[in-house]
């Protein structure tokens, strides 16, 4: 991610009573040390895998086969590029190069980083047509792996680019990136954040996270 990223079943646990440590990495970081970030407490990552339909991250493959020796949770993401490629189309990129998911108790559904961007903030799209992309990008990910992505966005951004959507708090879990003591104003309609990227920096690579909920409650975003 790159700012200075259940749903019936996330809104089936209540907000925060624990917390579970994570982490997501893209190649940016370099070497990783997945050990050690599970011997302080981690236990869920999230991977960089694509960007629009044309960009593989080459370290995914090695920080994925990393996080699985390690014992995490894991997970893909892709970063959005509503500037090209429509959003069906990278939804299917995205699931063909490692953004997929199996119920195996361990891979967390594919994660949709949609933020600010390399061009401009929201794109040179509309609130309206931006929703239109995403809600393209949300449904095929769904029809290929039955899972509804995560949406991984910032208060700012969602508010600007969407017209603050509340399309899609009832399915696709929130990550939300806000870096500071506290998560702060929640957009879109989402009862709370499901992940919270409080930091931009983490001691054995990568952003911190936090996960809204106990151990117990990660598997089960994991198990579907």
Known sequence: MRIPALFTLSLSLSPA???VSGFDISHYQGTVNFAGAYS???RFVIIKATEGNTYK??????????????????????F??????SGSAQAQYFAANGGGWSKDGITLPGMLDIEYGPTS???????????NWITDFVNEYHAITTRYPLIYTTNDWWTTCTGN??????????VLARYGS????????????????????????????????????LKKLATG
């Open 182 to 217: 506290s998560v702060g104003t929640i957009p879109g309609g989402w009862p709370y954040q499901t992940i919270w990227q409080f930091a931009d920096s983490y001691a054995y690579g990568g952003d911190s996270d936090t996960f809204n909920g106990d151990l117990a409650g």
């Open 57 to 78: 991250d080459p370290k995914f493959s090695d920080n994925y086969v990393g996080a699985t020796k390690a014992g995490f949770i894991r997970g893909a993401y892709h």
């Open 17 to 19: 009573l624990a917390a």
């Open 40 to 42: 302080s407490g981690a």
């Open 121 to 131: 903030t929201c794109y040179g799209l509309s609130a309206t047509a931006m929703v």
């Open 165 to 174: 959507s509340k399309k899609f708090s009832s399915n696709s879990p929130l």
């Open 80 to 85: 959005a590029r509503p500037d090209g490629a």
